[in-house]
Nanobody, 123 residues
Framework: QVQLVESGGGLVQTGDSLRLSCAAS????????MAWFRQAPGKEREFVAG????????YYADSVKGRFSISRDNAKNTVYLQMNSLKPEDTAVYYC????????????????WGQGTQVTVSS
């Protein structure tokens, strides 16, 4: 079955950087778009970044443009989220996701989810 396993979260200070990884198995990774979402306490899950499988085109939420970068390594079946200049408002559980529908800002369009990794940014 499809498995997505995130790693790389942690506790950092404002302005620090983190790189999240999501290792995928059970699917032809190179043929699937991949996305990152996040969910803060008491808030809805929101789109952070996505990358298409074919063109490699990337998409970002306005709140992270210029600070976050999504990339993928098809040889390693892994998608990354490089997060720079972190802010306290970036604190959330970060999830990677994929599905048959391509890249969407709508979380309901995704079929498979990881378990999430906590990112906490202290002020």
């Amino acid at each position: 079955q499809v498995q997505l396993v995130e790693s790389g979260g942690g506790l950092v200070q404002t302005g620090d950087s983190l790189r999240l990884s999501c290792a995928a198995s059970g699917l032809p990774f190179s043929r699937y778009g991949m996305a990152w979402f996040r969910q803060a306490p008491g808030k809805e899950r929101e789109f952070v970044a996505g990358i298409r499988w074919n063109s490699g085109r990337t998409y970002y939420a306005d709140s992270v443009k210029g600070r976050f970068s999504i990339s993928r390594d098809n040889a390693k079946n892994t998608v990354y989220l490089q997060m720079n200049s972190l802010k306290p408002e970036d604190t959330a559980v970060y999830y990677c996701a994929t599905g048959d529908g391509g890249i969407s800002f709508d979380s309901t369009e995704y079929d498979y989810w990881g378990q999430g990794t906590q990112v906490t940014v202290s002020s």
